[in-house]
């Protein structure tokens, strides 16, 4: 099959920024085909797949028989799972083993996994020989709704998350959403925290919708209200609502990106608080959404916040997170 036709098979939305466009490809099946997709971009035929060590034995060896199918030479480079290898040290063994690999400047990174991998991989693109290109592959819901759109790539210092980095757009980003399939339910809520962010800020039509959807169940991605298409159309939806932020703001410098912090101030005190153990990022935003819509209901009469009709979210422990949540902030704004 030619690789339009593919291309058909999958959705598609496009990132357009000031001198930069690139295509997110959305559907099921897609890591079967990324050889093809790569084969349409990149005329060097060798390549880096970066991923953590939980994810890397999923998907790689799919990955890997895909590009090596197309004419490329990927080299793996897996390393530990979790935010505790966003260091410049692994940016280092990172390049160290891309060197060794014989990767030049025409190569290209692939950053196979969550957001971790995500950011880790697209600061090792930004600076291998002063800047390689960069696909991602997105693996969990928060990376494909939300890191992997906007270029912002980095590391942690001691002294703080994501201190080091730098603005480095992918090429492309495909989002295979079977690859949800084996994540676990906490990661997948907390994904969602990300996607209610995205209804509060900016569709108000896209939560009422998500009142119907019951918490993600990822292993049965295929059935019931939130099935696979209904899942790729609001991945879609969430993609399309961050990357027109961040298309009018860059370079976070005009205060228009910083919408998308909309809960992340009381949330990052949270996840402090938690020593970054207790509560994963997505469920600390979803206490920072309820907080700040507390405090904007309670204060400031937000007006959209009205709009949004929070009277229909019941409270039901099926509902999404941030949804109770913001239920339960309207409720204590009444006391
Ligand atoms: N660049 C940005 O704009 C941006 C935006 C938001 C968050 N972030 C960053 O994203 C990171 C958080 O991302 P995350 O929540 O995806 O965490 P993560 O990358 O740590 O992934 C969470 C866990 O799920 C595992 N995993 C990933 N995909 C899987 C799959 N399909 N099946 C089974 N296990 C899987 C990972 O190995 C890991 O253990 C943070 O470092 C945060 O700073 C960046």
Redesign the pocket.
């Known amino acids: 099959m030619g690789s339009d036709a593919i291309e058909k098979r999958a959705s598609s939305t496009t990132v357009s920024l000031d001198k930069q466009r690139y295509r997110v490809l959305i559907g099921t099946g897609l890591l079967k085909q990324i050889g093809t997709h790569a084969r349409k971009r990149f005329a060097r035929k060798t390549c880096a797949i970066i991923s953590?060590?939980?994810?890397a034995p999923?998907?790689a060896r799919r990955l890997e028989k895909s590009l090596v199918a197309a004419g490329f030479r990927p080299t793996l480079i897996t390393i530990p799972?979790?935010?505790k290898s966003?260091t410049l040290e692994q940016v280092g063994r990172i390049c160290d083993g891309m060197i060794a690999a014989g990767l030049d400047r025409q190569s290209f990174v692939i950053g196979l996994?969550?957001?971790?991998?995500?950011?880790i991989s697209?600061f090792v693109a930004a600076i291998y020989h002063r800047g390689i290109p960069h696909v991602q592959i997105?693996?969990?819901l928060?990376?494909m709704v939300?890191?992997s759109?906007?270029g912002?790539?980095?590391v942690?210092m001691r002294d703080g998350?994501?201190l080091i980095g730098a603005i480095h757009h992918p090429l492309l980003v495909i989002d295979d959403v079977d690859?949800?399939?084996?994540?676990?339910r906490r990661?997948f809520n907390?994904?969602f925290a990300?996607i209610i962010k995205h209804a509060v800020i900016a569709d108000a039509k896209m939560f009422r919708t998500l009142q119907s959807w019951k918490a993600g169940d990822p292993p049965s991605l295929g059935s019931g209200v939130a099935g696979a298409p209904a899942l790729q159309r609001l991945i879609k939806r969430n993609i399309q609502i961050k990357s027109r932020i961040v298309a009018k703001d860059e370079r976070d410098q005009i205060g228009q990106r910083a919408l998308l912090n909309f809960g992340h101030t009381v949330g990052h005190a949270i996840e402090r608080a938690g020593g970054y153990r207790k509560f994963?990022?997505?469920e600390a935003l979803s206490l920072g959404i309820v907080a700040a819509c507390a405090i904007s209901i309670k204060r400031l009469d937000c007006r959209r916040i009205n709009e949004i009709q929070l009277s229909i979210f019941s409270g039901d422990s099926s509902y999404p997170q941030g949804c109770r949540g913001i239920s339960c902030a309207r409720r204590s704004s009444r006391q």
């Open positions: 953590d060590n939980n994810v999923l998907f799972a979790d935010e966003k996994g969550g957001g971790v991998i995500g950011d697209g997105p693996t969990t928060l990376a939300d890191s759109i906007g912002k790539t980095g942690n998350k994501n690859a949800l399939r084996t994540l676990s990661e907390q994904g990300e994963l990022h997505g």
